[in-house]
């Protein structure tokens, strides 16, 4: 069983704590925030995975739309797949989008088996266009309707990827989802209140609110 969570702590302690597979989320109140909660009955708008390498940097594993952070993959600024510096990524997503972050963390370390299977699936997504608002809502719906056959690897075309389908696929990858379409997948399925169950006796403990010192002083 995931171990209890406190229920916040602060952004060093949380980018020290965090393991690849952990999962980090976010929900913002502007105008996008809410039209993503509500295209997809969510309550979090944006969600990411934690990927820590060895001595490297903890990372974060996602799809936006900005494109002011380096990839630190392709070492180029681009829209979509995107591998970022973690601390980076919740600075800018709590300071500049005005959100709130929230850690969910494996309840074990994932194998080196899973960790090299994450990242051949960020070599293979990173950079994948980020899809428009009226794709992804129409993409989460057909996602949860039922299909008479398994779908095939190739089905969703691979074209572009919203934030929830890059974890989706990259935690496939890992073992740790079936593999169905991942556009079945919003960023409120990796909440708490979804219920999501993972395979290989792997669970998810609750959310962990982040808090991050204003930025007041760095001016």
């Given at each position: 069983m995931p171990r209890e969570a406190?229920?916040?702590i602060g952004l060093d302690d949380?980018?020290?704590l965090?393991?690849?597979g952990d999962l980090w989320l976010f929900r913002g109140h502007s105008t996008a925030d809410r039209a993503i909660r509500g295209l997809t009955n969510s309550p979090v708008n944006h969600v990411g995975m934690a990927v820590v390498v060895d001595d490297l940097p903890a990372l974060m594993w996602h799809a936006e739309l900005g494109r002011t952070l380096p990839d630190l993959w392709s070492g180029t600024n681009h829209r979509g797949a995107q591998l970022h510096d973690l601390r980076a990524a919740v600075l800018r997503w709590t300071r500049e989008y005005g959100?709130?972050?929230w850690l969910r963390q494996l309840d074990r370390p994932v194998t080196r088996a899973m960790e090299d299977a994450a990242l051949r699936t960020v070599a293979r997504l990173d950079g994948m266009p980020f899809?428009?608002?009226s794709a992804l809502?129409?993409?989460w719906f057909l996602g949860?309707?039922?299909v008479p056959r398994r779908p095939r690897r190739g089905d969703l075309g691979l074209e572009n990827a919203y934030c929830a389908e890059i974890v989706a696929m990259t935690y496939q990858s890992m073992g740790l989802l079936p593999s169905e379409r991942p556009n079945r997948y919003d960023?409120?399925?990796f909440w708490s209140g979804d219920h999501l169950r993972l395979a290989e006796g792997y669970g998810l403990g609750g959310e962990i609110a982040v808090t991050v010192p204003d930025d007041s002083g760095a001016r």
């Open positions: 406190p229920s916040s949380a980018v020290e965090t393991r690849t959100q709130q972050a899809p428009s608002t809502a129409g993409r949860r309707v039922p960023p409120g399925s």
